[in-house]
C-alpha cells in the first residue's frame, strides 16, 4: 500500500489487477508497451497519481471518473490505436482535455438518468389519473392547467406505486402503452425532481399548505362512472 513507484513496461500484460485502487500511495504508474485491453475502475481511487504511462497498449477506453486523477501531471496515451472514450484527438490535446471530457461524459449520464426518472414519474402519474388509483386519495392528485401534477409526495410511495405494481403491472392481460415498473428508490427520485432544470427552471416546487381541489372523476360529490 506504500509503493510510490511501478513500473511494468513491455511485459506482454492484458489487464491490471483490479485491486488496483489500493495503492493510494502511488505517484508513478509506467505500463507502456504491454498488451492491456482494459483498465479496472479502481484505478482512479489512486488520486495521489502524477505519472501514467498508458501508450502503446490496446486500449480503447479510459475508466469512468478518471478526471478524479486531479495530481496527474504526465500522461502517455499514444500508439492506443483503438482509443473511443476519449477520442485520440481529445488525447492529443494533453491531460487537461481528458479531464475535461471525463468530466463532462459523467455529468451528461446523471443528466440522462435524471430525466429518465423524471419522466418515468410523470407517467406513473398519467396512469394514476387514468385508471384512477389510489382509492379517495386520487382525489388529491390532479393536472394543474393540463401540463403538471400536484400530489402528496407520501401517498406516491406508500399508495399510487403500490396500487400500480397490485393492479395493472403485475396483470399478464395488461395492454397498457406505459411504463410497466418503477425501479428507483425515493432518495433518488426526490433528488432527480429537484435537481432538474429544462428551459423555464426548476421543475417542482413544494408546496407545504397546497389546496386540493376535487379530481374531475368527481360529479357532485359521487365518483363518476
Known amino acids: 500500500p506504500n509503493l510510490q513507484k511501478l513500473s511494468i513496461m513491455a511485459n506482454r500484460l492484458s489487464d491490471l489487477p483490479l485491486g488496483m485502487g489500493r495503492f493510494r500511495c502511488l505517484e508513478e504508474l509506467r505500463a507502456s508497451r504491454n498488451m492491456i485491453n482494459i483498465l479496472p475502475d479502481s484505478l482512479v481511487n489512486i488520486q495521489s497519481l502524477q505519472c501514467l504511462w498508458l501508450d502503446y497498449n490496446l486500449l480503447s477506453a ?3 471518473n ?8 504526465v500522461l502517455k496515451l499514444e500508439g492506443n490505436v483503438d482509443m473511443i472514450y476519449p477520442p485520440l484527438s481529445c488525447c492529443a490535446m ?4 481528458v479531464l475535461r471530457w471525463s468530466m463532462s461524459r459523467v455529468e451528461t449520464k446523471k443528466t440522462a438518468k435524471v430525466r429518465h426518472i423524471v419522466q418515468s414519474l410523470e407517467e406513473v402519474l398519467r396512469l394514476v389519473c387514468h385508471h384512477k388509483i389510489g382509492g379517495d386519495l386520487h382525489e ?3 393536472e394543474v392547467n393540463g401540463d403538471c401534477y400536484q400530489f402528496p409526495p407520501d401517498a406516491l410511495w406508500s ?4 396500487e400500480l405494481r397490485k393492479t395493472l403491472w403485475s396483470n399478464p392481460e395488461n395492454t397498457n402503452d406505459g411504463i410497466k415498473s418503477f425501479a428507483f428508490e425515493r432518495h433518488d427520485v426526490e433528488q432527480a ?3 432538474f432544470r429544462d428551459a423555464s427552471g426548476s421543475i417542482v416546487r413544494k408546496l407545504p399548505n ?5 379530481c374531475s372523476c368527481m360529479i357532485t360529490g359521487q365518483r363518476s362512472r
Open 193 to 195: 425532481l429537484f435537481q
Open 210 to 214: 397546497a389546496r386540493f381541489r376535487r
Open 140 to 142: 388529491s392528485l390532479f
Open 159 to 162: 399508495v399510487f406505486i403500490p
Open 66 to 73: 478518471f478526471h478524479k486523477l486531479r495530481k496527474l501531471k
Open 62 to 64: 479510459l475508466p469512468p
Open 94 to 97: 494533453g491531460i487537461e482535455e
